[in-house]
């Protein structure tokens, strides 16, 4: 089991909630409410994604893979559960290239506006 998430490369096709470079970092998920119930919605949010192509997860990480819409590049995405600091440390990489055009960082965004969303409707 994963107890962290790896750091991300020079390139700035990377971001990571445990980078504490600033081109790299994006901030965590925070965790509004019941650690459980937001694990199950964040990983519920990953597999309906259009552009997942495969989700593996268990109680504390989640590895998925996403395919870029036009080019049809996989990207890696990492998840790990803090539930000591109540967040979701999170890493979204490009496996190929060095510029992303923000797609990495985006794809974070789109993710938490969704969870944000999701668990507003929840409480």
Not at 17 to 37: C, G, Q, R, V, W
Request: proline share 5%; aromatic share 8%.
């Amino acid at each position: 089991m994963c107890q962290t998430l790896l750091p991300c490369p020079q390139s700035p096709n990377c971001v990571c909630s445990l980078n504490s470079d600033t081109a790299h970092f994006i901030e965590p998920i925070t965790i509004p409410n019941e650690i459980e119930m937001a694990w199950e919605i964040w990983t519920d949010l990953i597999r309906s994604q259009c552009h997942a192509i495969s989700v593996s997860s268990d109680e504390l990480h989640i590895q998925a893979v996403f395919r870029t819409p036009v080019f049809r590049f996989k990207d890696d995405v990492e998840c790990l559960l803090d539930t000591e600091n109540k967040v979701i440390h999170v890493r979204s990489a490009s496996r190929v290239g060095y510029w992303d055009l923000g797609a990495n960082r985006k794809r974070i965004e789109r993710l938490r506006s969704a969870y944000k969303q999701a668990t507003t409707i929840k409480e």
